[in-house]
């Protein structure tokens, strides 16, 4: 009886799926890779029994396992490159508890992020991490590539809001990792392993998450500048005032220009870069903290503030920057967005580098980002994924990243797309001291093999 009998039999018929047509369902994800990689089977598993069978027979017939959430992965992490089976965790979307007083929530992987959100903001509390994809990805995936989103610059990322992972191990060792306290410090922090392990450590089943009171008081500016540079240098002296934004989101010109229909009529016609800025917490600190911020936008020659007044205001300045990802998908064949991210202050030297690579390669390219925290999202527009020239840009823009200080991923992970450049980051020492502790975890490479390391350094 070959594998996928024998899985079928252990899990049931209606459980284990082959069928082509459900198989094409997961071949692609968010990379939008021309080539598809199916699983060979696609598992749905509905608790932790189903992945513990799953995990168990899978390490002893040496079978790959790729767990996945929304599939909204941009670098390929969430694509069965070695076949094998996928776990898809949309059955397990379950909100086991949320605790007021304790500030904490027990949740399955398979919940979508927004859907969480809304759960959470109904009893009065937050949960920050907001990637953009919130309407789509579920918490598994945003754990394990640990998302980031606009509110990172104030509240962080995925990490910090974790306090509890239920993990199974190829073989089917279930662990419980970290403790559902507010701080613990007994042990190595493998909580913090495990978030960012792009699927290639465990398969996580539960997740404790921290959560917050929700602001009482938000407030929207949209702030039209005349260059990057004059965006750049408010930006800095609005931390030297003492003020701790929620959001501060970066449009170059470019990419103004690719959303102008989505952007507010009359934008004065020298704008070159705008910010999306939000302040939170107490009516009161929100008034002082916008007053102040006004002053320093103008100081640094802004040409126009808006202010939303309410949240159909808030959501129409949101659109555009929403809007540019979607819209380049709209307009170009291939899109490629890259997470790079600089010590903050270089980002007007980070554009001018991107687009001296455009100059150099030919490869047209628009910048916007999380210019709070350094992160710039680079997108590259080409039509042929194999152009040489689309695989020269990235490997400037990634030398000249590093180069700068920065890294080649901020948010999105390395997955199957970025694995190559990693060692443009990080010397073959450090990249086989993380193979060692991907064998220590997955001793036989079962786990979401073909992603992370670079091949020259052995399959795993
Ligand atoms: C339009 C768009 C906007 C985006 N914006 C952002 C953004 O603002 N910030 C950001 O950080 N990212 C962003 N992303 C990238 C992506 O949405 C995130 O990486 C997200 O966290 C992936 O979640 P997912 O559920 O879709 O995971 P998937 O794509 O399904 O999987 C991603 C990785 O997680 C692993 N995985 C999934 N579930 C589990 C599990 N239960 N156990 C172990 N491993 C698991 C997979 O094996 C894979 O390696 C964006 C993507 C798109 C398409």
Not at 170 to 175: F, I
Not at 187 to 211: A, C, H
Request: charged residues 25%.
């Amino acid at each position: 009886m070959d594998w996928v009998s024998r899985l079928k039999q252990i899990l049931g018929e209606d459980r284990v799926r082959d069928d082509e047509a459900h198989r094409m369902q997961y071949a692609h994800d968010e990379s939008r890779l021309d080539q598809p990689y199916p699983p060979d089977v696609v598992v749905h598993p509905t608790g932790l029994e189903d992945v513990i069978q799953v995990m168990t027979f899978a390490e002893k017939e040496k079978i790959p396992v790729v767990p996945r959430g929304g599939g909204t992965s941009v670098t390929g992490g969430s694509l069965a490159v070695h076949g094998g089976i996928m776990l898809v965790f949309d059955q397990m979307t379950e909100i086991k508890e949320i605790s007021p007083g304790d500030l904490m929530a027990v949740v399955q992987p398979g919940i979508v992020t927004g859907v969480f959100h809304q759960a959470v903001e109904a009893l009065g509390l937050f949960y920050p991490p907001d990637p953009a994809s919130l309407d789509s990805c579920s918490l598994g995936g945003n754990v394990a590539e640990n998302a980031g989103g606009p509110r990172a610059l104030k509240y962080g990322v995925t990490k910090h809001y974790i306090l509890e992972l239920e993990v199974v191990l190829p073989g089917g060792t279930v662990y419980r990792v970290g403790r559902p306290t507010k701080k613990w410090v007994a042990g190595y922090d493998l909580v913090s392993l495990l978030v960012g392990s792009e699927g290639t450590l465990g398969v996580i089943t539960e997740i404790t998450l921290r959560l917050l009171p929700r602001p009482p008081h938000l407030e929207t500016l949209l702030v039209s500048f005349p260059s990057v540079q004059a965006a750049s240098q408010a930006v800095t002296d609005i931390f030297l005032a003492g003020i701790l934004p929620r959001t501060l989101e970066l449009m170059d010109r470019k990419a103004i220009d690719v959303v102008r229909e989505k952007t507010p009529p009359n934008l004065p016609p020298e704008t070159d870069a705008i910010l999306i800025f939000e302040v939170d917490g107490q009516e009161h600190e929100v008034s002082v903290d916008l007053e102040r911020s006004a002053e320093i936008f103008f100081k640094h020659g802004a040409l126009e503030i808006l202010m939303a007044q309410n949240e159909g205001e808030r959501a129409r300045l949101w659109e555009a920057r929403r809007s540019v990802l979607p819209s380049l998908e709209a307009q170009y064949p291939k899109v490629r967005s890259e997470d790079l991210v600089f010590p903050r202050t270089l980002i007007p030297q980070a554009i001018e580098m991107a687009y001296e690579v455009e100059q150099q390669t030919g490869v047209p390219l628009c910048t916007f980002g999380h210019i709070g925290d350094g992160n710039l999202h680079v997108n590259l527009l080409f039509e042929d994924e194999e152009d040489p020239k689309v695989e020269k840009a990235l490997r400037m823009l990634y030398e000249r990243t590093v180069t700068m200080g920065g890294t080649i991923s901020g948010e999105h992970g390395i997955g199957f797309l970025k694995k190559k450049y990693l060692a443009i980051e990080q010397p073959p020492g450090l990249i086989q001291l993380q193979k060692a502790i991907k064998r220590v975890w997955d001793p036989g490479g079962i786990l979401n093999p073909g992603k992370l390391f670079p091949e020259n350094m052995g399959r795993l």
